[in-house]
């Protein structure tokens, strides 16, 4: 056989992936493969995937199946990344057949280029999925797109081990990339024009390496001279202590949103879920992050459905999110997944048609505060950042985000550039953003 000379990789899942993908590619292009756009003149297609919902493997499988057929390479060899990446290593020993050549976990990406050539030496299938302690890619720059954010992983794994969860099992145990090592890579991001780093972990808030946490963490990066907007994502509300929030409200460059997953709003069913917080403990949180960072935009996370959640149970989250009003809400049916502690130990009970009611419901009350929310900001004048000049549905449309991370969409007018922070009169609002109009 030949050796691979171009690649392909496709990342589903959340923004971990997405730096990951960028990690993959940093690592190939070092190792003389040739990234291309196209899928169909890839001599190897890599899917990088995701296993947080859903028993996703159909998808694989049809998408693996479509890209044989569309291939311009008669011999397009597939390799399998991420979060499925453990699943389906045990899938190819049960069937050696499967048309996937090669698989690498989340901290395999630097076996890659050995995996590729052992699979073109040898013509035989390979994996690696160990998990590492230690692996946090710290030396290793992301190839990233031009663009007006950077994401940024400053530690990887989690240790929280919530019973319904399976990255605690496809991603392992936490660990924390040295402060130093982040803050040279932040004032490269500056350098080359980002405008703005989004920091990721798993369990960002619960960054802790050697007597620096995240809080010291924010701090330094905040002092980077040059970076105007630092978010991260995704963190734990058991995370939050006063002085972060503090911090939050007083940096300029550190913006005013905060995700925070509530899951459950019932006592019993978080308990169940080990999340280690009760309701009146995380509105609590919710109140305190209000008080103390002012104009802040608050998101959160829920599962309906968990296994034995009864209809009053469900209501407490009603009540929670009816309290908190949040800004919007990702809103998810349980999905039982294997390994975790509640697929092994709580049947799946809540039936599917009962998860469906649920979940509309909660749908329709969010829409409502989203609307609410959103109203409440006609009027005023907000420091947008643009990330995007025309739509796909209108060449003209301009899209940013407020400090606060709402969406926002305006007219063109002459001047306007990618990454530049314009202030946005705002004139409409809708559940999912909001629209106004460029004042100087
Ligand atoms: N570390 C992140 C989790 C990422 S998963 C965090 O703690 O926020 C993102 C969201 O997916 C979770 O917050 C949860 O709401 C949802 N989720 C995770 N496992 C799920 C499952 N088994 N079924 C349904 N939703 C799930
Ligand atoms: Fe998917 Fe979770 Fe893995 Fe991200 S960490 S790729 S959301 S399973
Ligand atoms: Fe960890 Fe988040 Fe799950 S904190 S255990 S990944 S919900």
Redesign the pocket.
């Known amino acids: 056989m030949t050796s691979p000379k171009t690649v392909f990789i496709e990342t589903y899942g959340?923004q971990m992936n997405e730096y990951d993908s960028e990690l993959a590619k940093s690592i190939l292009k070092n190792n003389a493969f040739q990234l291309v756009d196209k899928e169909t003149q890839a001599d190897v297609v890599m899917l990088n995937t995701c296993s947080?919902?859903d028993n996703a493997n159909r998808k694989v499988f049809n998408r693996i199946h479509e890209i044989i057929h569309s291939s311009e390479r008669k011999d397009v060899k597939i390799g399998i990344l991420g979060c499925m990446a453990t699943n389906f290593r045990q899938q190819l020993l049960d069937n050696p057949k499967l048309k996937i050549d090669f698989i690498a976990g989340p901290d395999s990406y630097k076996q890659l280029p050995t995996l590729i050539h052992d699979l073109y030496q040898t013509g035989k299938k390979s994996f690696d999925v160990t998990l590492s302690e230690m692996e946090t890619y710290s030396d290793i720059e992301p190839s990233r797109n031009d663009g007006v954010n950077a994401w940024l992983a400053i530690m990887r794994g989690?240790n929280?081990f919530?019973t319904?969860?399976?990255?605690p099992y496809t991603r392992g145990r936490e660990r924390s990339r040295e402060p130093q090592n982040i803050i040279e890579e932040v004032n490269r991001l500056v350098d080359a024009g980002y405008k703005q780093v989004t920091l990721l972990g798993?369990?960002v808030n619960s960054y802790r390496y050697e007597d620096d946490r995240f809080v010291d963490l924010m701090e330094k990066v905040s002092d980077v001279a040059g970076i105007e907007r630092i978010r991260f994502?995704?963190?734990?509300p058991k995370d939050f202590p006063l002085p972060l929030l503090q911090l939050m409200a007083e940096r300029k460059n550190i913006c005013k949103q905060i995700?925070l997953?509530l899951?459950a709003g019932n006592d019993r069913v978080l308990d169940k879920m080990n999340r280690t917080y009760n309701q009146a403990e995380f509105l609590e949180v919710a109140d305190q992050v209000y008080k103390t960072i002012p104009g802040v935009v608050m998101t959160t996370?829920?599962?309906v459905g968990f296994p034995t959640e009864t209809e009053a149970e469900y209501l407490d989250t009603e009540h929670v999110i009816k309290a908190v009003k949040f800004d919007s809400a990702?809103i998810?049916?349980?999905?039982?997944?294997p390994l975790?502690r509640?697929a092994k130990q709580f049947p799946d009970d809540v039936s599917e048609e009962v998860k469906t009611d649920r979940i509309m419901r909660l749908i329709e009350i969010q829409k409502d505060i989203s609307l609410e929310r959103h109203e409440s900001y006609i009027g005023s004048v907000e420091s947008v950042l643009i990330d995007q000049i025309g739509t796909r549905r209108d060449s003209e449309a301009v899209r940013g985000r407020t400090d606060g991370g709402i969406i926002t969409s305006f007219p063109f007018v002459d001047g306007l550039a990618l990454g530049q922070t314009v202030n946005l009169a705002i004139e409409g609002a809708s559940p999912n953003l909001l629209r106004g109009r460029v004042v100087s």
């Open positions: 959340c947080v919902r989690c929280n919530c319904f969860c399976v990255v798993q369990n994502t995704s963190p734990h995700h997953p899951q996370d829920i599962i990702f998810f049916k349980y999905s039982e997944r975790t509640a």
